[in-house]
């Protein structure tokens, strides 16, 4: 197992309310993503971090937020939540050493 | 910026046959990799086969074959004798040689295997 896991692994969250889904890796490994899934689109990236406190905007980042304090666990907040959102979300994490992500478990999120 | 296109949102095939998924990718660039990957009912993201642009020669994997054609900006999935575990979506995937490692996805094939 890559040692990558994502919490809560599912949540109902009411509109206009603020959410934070964590990723926590054992791993060490610097570069970190955060994907959505959405029939008829697989999987788009939200956000992405390079390191601590260094992230940067994917392809859907509208609406969310990321924050990277410590090595190990990369956070993405919907300050909002909105009825798009609802989603599966993956995290994602890529050891340099190897041409592959490894991604965890996925959370899903029901926003009413 | 690339695109995967992934044209069959579904396909079946009976157990023990043969099936092929397909996927184009649009890339202005000439060093990337390419990914399949798995998904069955319990969500999890299984890496199926990788292939790297720069090697001419097709990445195989036991049952699992690619027939990647660069300069038509094809890459497609063979599954050979078809096992109810393959049943899954099946997702396409372009990653730049360089940078943040950033994975675009296709839209993904439900394969279906028959009994």
């Known amino acids: 197992d890559a040692g990558i896991t994502q919490s809560p692994r599912h949540k109902v969250t009411e509109t206009g309310t603020p959410v934070t889904l964590r990723c926590h890796q054992t791993?060490?490994?610097?570069?970190m993503y955060w994907y959505r899934q959405d029939p008829g689109h697989g999987l788009r990236l939200i956000h992405y971090?390079?390191?601590?406190?260094?992230?940067d905007k994917g392809e859907v980042s509208d609406g969310y937020s990321v924050s990277r304090s410590k090595t190990e666990d990369f956070l993405l907040t919907l300050e909002s939540a909105t009825s798009s959102q609802t989603s599966v979300y993956f995290c994602?994490?890529?050891?340099?050493?190897?041409?592959?992500?490894?991604f965890g478990p996925g959370t899903r999120l029901t926003v009413l | 910026a690339q695109t995967v296109t992934q044209s069959q949102p579904e396909m079946s095939v009976q157990e023990a046959e043969t099936v092929t998924l397909s996927c184009t990718y649009d890339?202005?660039?000439?060093?990337?990799?390419l990914f399949w990957y798995k998904q069955p009912p319990s969500r999890q993201m299984i890496l199926v086969i990788r292939?790297?642009?720069?090697?001419?020669q097709n990445a195989t994997e036991n049952r699992f074959s690619v027939n990647f054609q660069k300069a038509a900006k094809s890459f497609s999935l063979k599954i050979s004798d078809s096992q109810l575990g393959d049943a899954a979506m099946y997702f396409c995937?372009?990653?730049?040689?360089?940078?943040?490692?950033?994975?675009?996805f296709g839209q993904g094939t439900r394969l279906t295997i028959n009994p």
């Open positions: 994602a994490i890529s050891p340099p050493s190897e041409n592959e992500q490894f």
């Open positions: 791993e060490n490994h610097r570069y």
């Open positions: 971090s390079y390191g601590v406190k260094d992230t």
């Open positions: 890339t202005s660039e000439s060093d990337y990799y």
């Open positions: 292939q790297e642009a720069y090697k001419q």
């Open positions: 995937a372009y990653r730049s040689f360089q940078g943040a490692q950033k994975l675009v």
